[in-house]
T-cell receptor
């Protein structure tokens, strides 16, 4: 099946710094990727839809200047948390759509645990 | 608009007992339905899905779910729980052609020895 990989799996950063999280589709080209945020003991919340070669579409309430998304190639989307603060600490998960074949769902990465201290 | 309701934030069973995780959905169009499992600090793994055809769907690790349109339900079952089944389980619904599912709040499955 399609494989989506995130890097890093976990990261600790100081308050005020920026952190970049990568989401790669390893065996398919993903024209569309999705970024989710998950708070402890809660469900996934869609943050934005990332389209290759165009600007990301952000969900209501998500600060686009805070969470920069770049989808520069068909296999890579990045989420940069700028000027991170402790309240940005969370689990971030990406998913990617394989536009070929009969797939009916996007494929999820393993997630990135961000801790801001 | 779609929504998913998972009854019970926690379900506790003994090892070897039946597992039943409940999921009800609402959708204005015929939906795709999914169950995902999440282990601590990991992403989502697809257990099974219903898209069309047979309403009883078998998935990985011995899990299965039945799509009941009249009850708008998609409950997840497993005949005999293993300790390794302890995890968070998410039910999700999406419109056909959409790759953005709406997730339930999740149910934590606890398995006692």
């Amino acid at each position: 099946g399609a494989v989506v990989s995130q890097h890093p799996s976990w990261v600790i950063c100081k308050s005020g710094t920026s952190v970049k999280i990568e989401c790669r589709s390893l065996d398919f080209q993903a024209t569309t990727m999705f970024w989710y945020r998950q708070f402890p003991k809660q469900s996934l919340m869609l943050m934005a839809t990332s389209n290759e070669g165009s600007k990301a579409t952000y969900e209501q309430g998500v600060e686009k200047d805070k969470f920069l998304i770049n989808h520069a190639s068909l296999t890579l989307s990045t989420l940069t948390v700028t000027s991170a603060h402790p309240e940005d600490s969370s689990f971030y998960i990406c998913s990617a759509r394989d536009p070929t074949g009969p797939n009916t769902e996007a494929f999820f990465g393993q997630g990135t645990r961000l801790t801001v201290v | 608009a779609q929504s998913v309701t998972q009854l019970g934030s926690h379900v506790s069973v003994s090892e070897g007992a039946l597992v039943l995780l409940r999921c009800n959905y609402s959708s204005s169009v015929p939906p795709y339905l999914f169950w995902y499992v999440q282990y601590p600090n990991q992403g989502l793994q697809l257990l099974l899905k219903y898209t069309t055809g047979a309403t009883l769907v078998k998935g990985i690790n011995g899990f299965e779910a039945e799509f009941k349109k009249s009850e708008t339900s998609f409950h997840l079952t497993k005949p005999s729980a293993h300790m390794s089944d302890a995890a968070e389980y998410f039910c999700a619904v999406s419109e056909r052609g959409s790759y953005i599912p709406t997730f339930g709040r999740g149910t934590s499955l606890i398995v006692h020895p």
